[in-house]
């Protein structure tokens, strides 16, 4: 897939019809149906995938209803590999210095971005 595709991804999606700021619009009997899940994240990846694995989590998030504080969590049990290692290090990382957990989606997706885009990629990403 190429960058510009996913950029366009990113930020010309439309909004899901079930989703607005309180996420209390979806059936909750269609949740516990639904097949779909967090995918998984190596961490282990080139740039555009990773990218895509956060539009799918997003994607994900847009469709579930989940309380916002424990969205990092959930995120957090899909992670393998290098991902988990690193994330667990910068879980461990804040607790040493007092901080504490990160708890939403929100915040982990923009740490992610940092550990795993290079700048000048996140740049190109969010200035076209």
Known sequence: MGGGLVRRRLHHRS??????????????HYASRLKAGIPVF?????????VDWVIDVEDYFAYVPIDDSITAQLVALRLKGCAKACWRQTQSNRANRNKGSILTWKKMKSLMYKRFLPANYQRALFTE
Do not use: I, M, V
């Not at 909004?15 to 909750?28: E, I, L, N, W």
């Not at 190596?42 to 990773?50: C, D, I, Q, V």
């Open 15 to 28: 909004p899901s019809p079930y989703h607005d700021q309180q996420r209390c619009h979806f059936p909750q």
């Open 42 to 50: 190596y961490g282990l990846t080139n740039n555009e995938a990773f």
